[in-house]
């Protein structure tokens, strides 16, 4: 954190679980600051939600040098969600003070601690409290959620686990979340059980016969104070029914139980209408993308940017030159004087464009902007049009609006801090990506880590089939609702049409795509597939392959450099027994055109380390191609064996996209173009010189 200009503030937002109360809050900071400030004008404040907790003062004996104190905050001030805040007040002279200079610094060190004591809240079990305490809005860590079964959960089961993973995964959002199964065990904290009349975990013996389906919440009997989200029912069917509701009628639900007599499925999802992605179908509004309309608006004269994020479909084909146009609209503080401040706009961290800011009564340029004018909160506002450069987009992206204000200078001191600059980015501007055709070339299991597609391309996956082992082990169930998880958490809504089924039933494969979880053998897809896999991975025997020219960042990115030449160049068939997993990524055998992605180890208990490898972030952006190795914690990515299309291209654009994609041909056609031109060319200039000089003419 670094505290900059004379009265400089940066901030820490943290949060609290419902199910806890905090009992003491130390605060371990390591800070520093300028050797320049006046110890008896200078210091740095302390706030908690408002509240000053702490004065830390100047002196002239510890400046510049890195220093620790430890603070005790007052924890009856720490509510759900918090601020706490640093306030820097500094001053280098006693007069005409430049409120910018370079010696008005102070800097918080990372290593800096939060420490909170807590104590384990008994709650009263209540079904109108939902989603928690499984889920806590508060709770700003990954959510670690475990999913308890019988001995032997059938197939129909799961995918009513898969219907409750997906939806947990969806409000944990970019705090990611993690699945643990349990079979016939009981682990301590907050879990889903799923029971029926036929399958129930031994905790659930004891209970009579149930009736129909039901939720309901008891206390966890590991721990005697965890609750138990219970999903019951007679059969599978009652589970699904009773998942179903969970997650699409929540908001009626109170009580410690309720009874499910009837459930509706809602109509299923149209491609490409996942909430968390933009609508492809009309301009999307700004407003649309943010939480509130407060993220639209700074103030100060160096704020923090006002970030946007925002999901494409990574399958939609802008080709060469096309960009994607923003109708941007924007009010501020008019400056004093025109040029000396701007707004920047970024794409991903990169430069999009920049505007200069009027002053007050300054016309508006040419062209599609609007002359700016004062709006009722005395801001100016203006209209510019703007186009993001397509190569610049990915699946998950950022835009960036700066705004940067310049101080003026008043009366006897040559700089005067003004203190009421503002400025907001307004709702109603839009991002247009309609119009654009959808057409990708498969495999590319970067498409799926990020953001599960081809899968997620209908938000219910209401086309994907997940293939497990006949006798699935807690591995093999923990490593399917993550990914569940995860494609709620990329498409915004639950896994409501998910269908779960084991390697017997080929007829529930065609016209689906699939995902394939499983350890070789126990996995027999993968052995009776394996001449069509990039790889593979079963006990200790591995092939390994490589392609005859690699993706480049230039083709990928840009269009331009060589195709990658996915042929197998070379094959290594080794034998070994050590740790190894995969995922792997290619066309359907049994309809062309859909996709399989399988993930699969050496052994099951390391199909957690893909798991593992996917928390990443970091990691998790340098996976790509057909086939990733994961050992030793990393990734490493393959593009090997043959690759397929899926999506249209427009007619008028199939030409030169071929053509694209053969640069000898395009060079021939070009020569043979320019001969013909030239050709053409001479014959014209020819008949024009014969009619000059014919008699009469």
Request: with cysteine.
């Amino acid at each position: 954190m670094t505290l900059r200009t004379s009265n400089g503030s940066s901030r820490v937002d943290f949060s609290t679980r419902s199910d806890e109360l905090v009992t003491r809050a130390v605060l371990k900071l390591r800070y520093a600051y300028s050797p320049s400030l006046i110890p008896s004008q200078s210091q740095i404040r302390v706030l908690l939600n408002g509240e000053l907790m702490s004065v830390l003062p100047v002196t002239k004996e510890n400046a510049g040098r890195m220093l620790s104190q430890d603070l005790v905050l007052d924890p009856r001030f720490i509510t759900g969600f918090n601020q706490l805040t640093l306030e820097f007040i500094g001053h280098y002279g006693n007069e005409c003070e430049d409120p910018r200079h370079t010696s008005l610094w102070a800097d918080i060190s990372g290593t800096s601690v939060l420490e909170l004591s807590t104590i384990p809240l008994a709650l009263k079990p209540d079904l109108a409290s939902l989603p928690a305490p499984f889920f806590d809005d508060h709770d700003r860590a990954i959510l670690k959620l475990p999913h308890v079964f019988a001995a032997k959960p059938s197939f129909e089961t799961l995918a009513a686990a898969g219907i409750t993973a997906s939806w947990f995964g969806k409000l944990a959002a970019w705090r990611g979340s993690r699945f643990p199964a349990y079979l016939d065990a009981m682990p301590k904290g907050h879990v889903v059980a799923f029971a029926t009349n036929a399958e129930r975990p031994a905790f659930l013996s004891e209970l009579p016969e149930f009736k129909g389906a039901g939720l309901s919440i008891m206390t966890n009997p590991a721990d005697g104070i965890s609750k138990v989200l219970l999903v019951s029912g007679r059969d599978a069917s009652d589970l699904k029914m009773a998942a179903t509701s969970l997650v699409l009628g929540k908001s009626v639900m109170s009580g410690v139980n309720v009874n499910i007599a009837q459930s509706t499925l809602a109509a299923p999802r149209k491609a490409y209408d996942a909430p968390n992605w933009v609508r492809l179908d009309r301009p999307m509004k700004f407003g649309e993308l943010v939480e509130s309309v407060q993220q639209l608006e700074v103030s100060g004269h160096e704020s923090s940017p006002i970030r946007i994020n925002f999901r494409v479909p990574p399958d939609l084909f802008p080709w060469h030159g096309q960009s994607v146009p923003v109708d941007l609209k924007y009010r501020y503080t008019a400056p004093i004087r025109s040029g000396e401040s701007r707004l920047v706009m970024g794409i991903n961290d990169e430069f999009v464009q920049g505007f200069n800011l009027r002053s007050s009564g300054e016309g508006g340029s040419s062209g599609k902007s609007l002359l700016p004018f004062l709006d009722q909160k005395g801001l100016m506002a203006e209209r510019s049009d703007a186009q993001i450069p397509a190569y610049k987009l990915g699946a998950r992206n950022q835009m960036q609006y700066a705004f940067t204000f310049t101080y003026h200078g008043e009366g006897v001191c040559r700089d005067t801090q003004v203190e009421n600059a503002r400025a907001m980015i307004d709702p109603d501007s839009t991002i247009d990506f309609s119009g654009l055709p959808h057409y990708t070339e498969l495999p590319n299991l970067g498409y799926f880590v990020q953001t599960g597609f081809p899968f997620s391309k209908y938000a219910d996956l209401a086309q994907t089939t997940v293939v497990m082992p006949q006798q699935a082990s807690a591995f093999d169930i923990e490593t399917m609702l993550t990914l569940l998880g995860r494609l709620g958490e990329s498409t915004g809504y639950p896994a409501t049409r998910v269908t779960v089924t084991g390697a017997q039933d080929e007829a529930a494969f065609k016209d689906r795509d699939l995902i394939l979880i499983g350890a070789s053998p126990n996995q027999t897809l993968l052995d009776k597939w394996g001449a069509q896999l990039p790889a593979v991975i079963s006990g200790p025997n591995r092939r390994i392959s490589q392609p005859v020219h690699g993706v480049s960042f230039l083709y990928d990115w840009l269009g331009f450099g060589t195709k990658p030449n996915t042929e197998v160049a070379t094959q290594e068939n080794i034998q070994g027994t050590g740790a190894l997993a995969a995922l792997l990524g290619f066309q359907s055998p049994v309809t062309p055109g859909r996709s399989v992605v399988a993930v699969t180890a050496v052994q099951d208990k390391g199909l957690l380390q893909v798991l593992d490898v996917l928390a990443d972030e970091g990691l998790a952006r340098t996976m790509a191609g057909s086939t990733v190795f994961i050992r030793g914690g990393k990734p490493e990515s393959i593009l090997v064996g043959p690759t397929y299309s899926v999506g249209e291209i427009p007619l008028w654009m199939r030409g030169g996209y071929w053509l694209s994609q053969h640069p000898r041909i395009a060079t021939m056609l070009t020569v043979v173009g320019a001969i013909l031109l030239v050709y053409l060319l001479w014959r014209i200039l020819k008949l024009i010189i014969r009619r000059r000089t014919l008699p009469g003419t």
